[in-house]
Structures are given as structure tokens and as C-alpha cells.
């Protein structure tokens, strides 16, 4: 199975701030990785496919980036309704597998 | 609209099962790779099975052999038939269609989830 790492588990920001979580498969899966926000309460939502394509919909703040074993999702600038929890998957190979997920709180 | 409303859920003993359901509209079901996903309370999300256009399914290793996923034509609907049921699949079991296009694999929507726990 391919194993998913996402660092951090949690970050606190500020409104405005710049942030960045990382994702790391244990094998290449090209550009077969997707982002999601986990809202309290909430289904999950796609925010970005295959690494870089923003989801219609999602506000032009969200962005991804990576190939290969290393990819990247950065919020550019904080927004209060951004406290979520964020996961990354693979869709390379079965079994689909997520990361741990990346708990954001705002300061 | 594409939506998924999910239904079935409850509380069940160790043994027992469950079947859920999914309705679906805005699109055929049987014309997509459809999905369940599962979050165990304070966990992560986990995939669970999916259903393919050709009639193929895969399963997680947890539950390989226990559930089945399957599909109605006529009522355009998303099923997931859990037997033997453990403690450890308590949780929130998501209906989703799997996206397409040159890396497929997305999912999106899901459904607004429906909750199994299973306890003595």
C-alpha cells in the first residue's frame, strides 16, 4: 500500500498569513494526488485533483503543487472560515489511501 | 445538481449488520466509479470499496470479505451491504462519485455521510 505523510498534524496562523502543508507518498504517484477540507461537522470537500487543478468553485487562495513524491497545498492568505482539517489522498493505485490530515486553527 | 443522500445508518452489536444506502441524482450511478469512505470518531478518513462501471469491485483489507458493494439500476443507487460487523467500524460512512479525466480518482461530491456504530 502506499503510504501518505502529511506534516504538519496541526498549525495555528494567523488571518492572512501564508501557509503551506506537505504531503509525501512512500512512492512515485506522478500526479495522482488530491486535496480535501474537512470542515466540523461537515462532509469533505474537493479543493484540488491531480496535484495543481483548483475545483471549480474554490476560492483562487487555495493552490497545490508537486509531482513524483512530493507535493504541496498552499493557502496564500488565511481567511477565518479556512479552520478545517485538510487531507491529502492518492488515487495512483488501489487501496486509495489519505494522509493523516492537517488540523489549521486560526489565531 | 449532483448530490448524494446516504441513509442506513445505526447502532448495531458486534456480529450483527447493516446495509447503506445511496441515492443518487444529477447522474447515473451506473455510469461512474462510485466510492464509500468511512471516518472513525477522532481518526482520519479511510477508503472503503468501490463499485466500477464494469461491474468490478475492490475492497480495503478491513472489510474484504465482510462487505459488498453494489449497485440498483432502476433506483439509481449506491449500496454497501457490511456484515460481521466489529467495534472498529464505528464511524461516519461517506458516499462518493469518483472523478475522471487524465488522473482520475478524485472524489467529489460526497454525501452528507451517515453514521454506524457498532457497540454492545
Known amino acids: 500500500d502506499i503510504q501518505m505523510t502529511q506534516s504538519p498534524s496541526s498549525l495555528s496562523a494567523s488571518v492572512g498569513d501564508r501557509v503551506t502543508i506537505t504531503c509525501r507518498a512512500s512512492?512515485?504517484?506522478?500526479?495522482?494526488l488530491n486535496w480535501y477540507q474537512e470542515k466540523p461537522g461537515k462532509a469533505p470537500k474537493l479543493l484540488i485533483y491531480?496535484?495543481?487543478s483548483v475545483q471549480s468553485g474554490v476560492p483562487s487562495r487555495f493552490s497545490g503543487s508537486g509531482s513524483g513524491t512530493d507535493f504541496t497545498l498552499t493557502i496564500s492568505s488565511l481567511q477565518p472560515e479556512d479552520l478545517a482539517t485538510y487531507y491529502c489522498?492518492?488515487?495512483?493505485?488501489?487501496?486509495?489511501?489519505f494522509g493523516g490530515g492537517t488540523k489549521v486553527e486560526i489565531k | 445538481e449532483v448530490q448524494l443522500v446516504e441513509s442506513g445508518g445505526g447502532l448495531v452489536q458486534p456480529g450483527g449488520s447493516l446495509r447503506l444506502s445511496c441515492a443518487a441524482s444529477?447522474?447515473?450511478?451506473?455510469?461512474?466509479?462510485m466510492n464509500w469512505v468511512r471516518r472513525a470518531p477522532g481518526k482520519g478518513l479511510e477508503w472503503v470499496s468501490v463499485?466500477?462501471?464494469?461491474?468490478?469491485?475492490y475492497y480495503a483489507d478491513s472489510v474484504k470479505g465482510r462487505f459488498t458493494i453494489s449497485r440498483d439500476y432502476s433506483k439509481n443507487t449506491l449500496y454497501l451491504q457490511m456484515n460481521s460487523l466489529r467495534v472498529e467500524d464505528t464511524a461516519v460512512y461517506y458516499c462518493?462519485?469518483?472523478?475522471?479525466?487524465?488522473?482520475?480518482?478524485?472524489?467529489?461530491?460526497w454525501g452528507q455521510g451517515t453514521l454506524v456504530t457498532v457497540s454492545s
Open positions: 489522498q492518492q488515487s495512483y493505485t488501489i487501496p486509495l489511501t
Open positions: 462518493v462519485k469518483e472523478g475522471s479525466g487524465h488522473y482520475p480518482g478524485w472524489f467529489d461530491p
Open positions: 444529477g447522474f447515473t450511478v451506473s455510469s461512474n466509479y
Open positions: 512512492q512515485s504517484i506522478i500526479s495522482y
Open positions: 491531480a496535484a495543481s
Open positions: 463499485l466500477y462501471i464494469s461491474g468490478n469491485t
